[in-house]
C-alpha cells in the first residue's frame, strides 16, 4: 500500500515554499506542539495547564504562550539558496497541515471507539503524528547528535554499517539491496551536504525521516485505534509515546516501531497504532488504573512540560526520576552515542510498561 497523501508531495512542498516567498513577514514564534492540538485540552477560557517537570512548577496559559522557541524552524546558512530553500518554508508548511488535522481531529471525535479503517483519515493522520513526531526539541538534539556521532566515528565506517544502511536509505528515500551495499555506501557518501550549518542540516533531515521513513510506517505498517478514558488524560511536549512488550528493558529506549504508540488527542480519547499483524481486543476504554499507567507513560516520555485541562492537576503529582547525565561525545562507539538512557535507567524499581493487556 502506498501513502496517498498530497502533503509529502513536491507539489504541496512547492507550494508552501511560494507561499513563503510571497510573504514578508517572519513568525517568531514557533510551536513544537501544535496550538490547535493543545487547544483540546483547554478550558471555556482557552487555557491550558502545564507543569515543568524539572522545577514542578505549574500554571495555567493560552496555547500560543507555551511549548514554543523563537525560529526554531528557520532553514539558513551562507551556503542556503534563500529563493530555493525560503527560510520558514517549513513553518508554513506544518501551519498549513495544523489547519486541515483539527478537521482530521474532529472526525475523531465522531468514530466509535475500535479501529479506525478509512484510508483517506488513516493515511492524512499519519502525516500529521508522523510529523508531530519529528518536530520537538527532543527530536532536534537527536540530529544533531547523529550528526555529530557520524562525523566522530567516520561516515565511511557507520554508513557502512549492515544495520544502519538500510535505515538510512529509507529516510533519504533510496532503494537498498544487501547485493549493491557498497555501491549506495558511495553513493551517499557522494552526495552534497544540505548545509554546512548544524541547525539547517538537522531540520533538513528530520523533513527527510518524516516523508521517507516515519510517514509510510505510520500509513503502511501500522493499524490505529480510539480508546476512551473516564479517567482524565494528560499530554506532553512530545506526545507521540512508543510503548514495549513487558520483556522489553526500562534502561533501553522505545522505538516508533514498537507494539504499541500513543497519542492522546483529548483529555478522554487515546489514539493507539499497533503493527498490521496486531488486533487489539475489547475493551475498548481505560480503566482508572490503566489511564494512571497511561499518564505515567506519557510523563516519563516528556522532554520536560505536561500539558493538561486546568480543571485537573495531574501533573502535579506525578513523580519522576530525573534524567541521568548523558553526553554523546564521550562515548566510546558510534552506537553508544546514539543509546542515551532513559529516566528509568537508575531506578531501583521501574513501572512495567502500560497496557499489557494488549502486550502480554
Known amino acids: 500500500m502506498q501513502v496517498t497523501s498530497k502533503w509529502i508531495t513536491d507539489i504541496e512542498i512547492e507550494r508552501s515554499k511560494q507561499i513563503t516567498r510571497d510573504n514578508t513577514q517572519r513568525t517568531r514564534r514557533h510551536h513544537f506542539v501544535p ?27 493560552l496555547p500560543d504562550a507555551i511549548a514554543n522557541e523563537e525560529f526554531f524552524y528557520r532553514i539558513a546558512g551562507e551556503d542556503i539558496d534563500p529563493d530555493e530553500h525560503p527560510d520558514l518554508w517549513f513553518e508554513t508548511h506544518m501551519g498549513r497541515i495544523e489547519d486541515k488535522a483539527a478537521g482530521w481531529l474532529r472526525a475523531l471525535d465522531r468514530h466509535p471507539d475500535g479501529r479506525v479503517k478509512d484510508p483517506n483519515l488513516l493515511h492524512n493522520l499519519a502525516v500529521f503524528i508522523a510529523l508531530q513526531s519529528q518536530r520537538t526539541p527532543r527530536s532536534r538534539a537527536f540530529e544533531l547528535d547523529l550528526d555529530a556521532a557520524i562525523q566522530r566515528f567516520d561516515p565511511r565506517t557507520v554508513i557502512g554499517n549492515r544495520l544502519a544502511l538500510p535505515v538510512i536509505c ?63 488524560l494528560i499530554t506532553c511536549d512530545d506526545p507521540v509515546v512508543p ?27 487515546l489514539l493507539v497504532g499497533t503493527p ?85
Open 35 to 61: 496550538q490547535m492540538y493543545l487547544k483540546r485540552w483547554s478550558d471555556e477560557d482557552e487555557l491550558v495547564r502545564f507543569t515543568d517537570t524539572v522545577t514542578g512548577a505549574g500554571d495555567v496559559d
Open 170 to 232: 529509507r529516510t533519504l528515500g533510496i532503494p537498498y539491496s544487501p547485493q549493491q551495499h557498497a555501491e549506495i555506501v558511495e553513493q551517499i557518501l557522494a552526495r552534497p551536504e544540505f548545509s554546512s550549518d548544524p541547525t539547517a542540516k538537522a531540520i533538513d533531515n528530520s523533513i527527510k525521516v518524516w516523508c521517507n521513513h516515519i510517514v509510510p510506517m505510520f500509513a503502511c505498517r501500522r493499524r490505529w485505534w480510539l480508546v476512551t478514558s473516564q479517567t482524565a
Open 243 to 269: 510503548v514495549q512488550a513487558p520483556d522489553w528493558p526500562r534502561t533501553r529506549v522505545a522505538r516508533f516501531d514498537s507494539p504499541l504508540l500513543l497519542y492522546p488527542i483529548d483529555p478522554h480519547r
Open 276 to 360: 498490521t499483524d496486531q488486533v487489539l481486543t475489547k475493551p475498548f476504554t481505560l480503566t482508572e488504573a490503566e489511564a494512571g499507567d497511561v499518564n505515567l507513560e506519557i510523563a516519563s516520555h516528556c522532554l520536560r512540560f505536561l500539558y493538561e485541562h486546568p480543571g485537573s492537576d495531574i501533573g502535579a503529582h506525578i513523580s519522576l526520576p530525573r534524567m541521568p547525565e548523558f553526553d554523546p561525545a564521550q562515548a566510546a562507539t558510534f552506537w553508544e552515542a546514539m543509546s542515551p538512557p532513559t529516566r528509568w535507567s537508575d531506578a531501583a524499581d521501574p513501572p512495567p510498561w502500560p497496557l499489557q493487556r494488549w502486550t502480554s
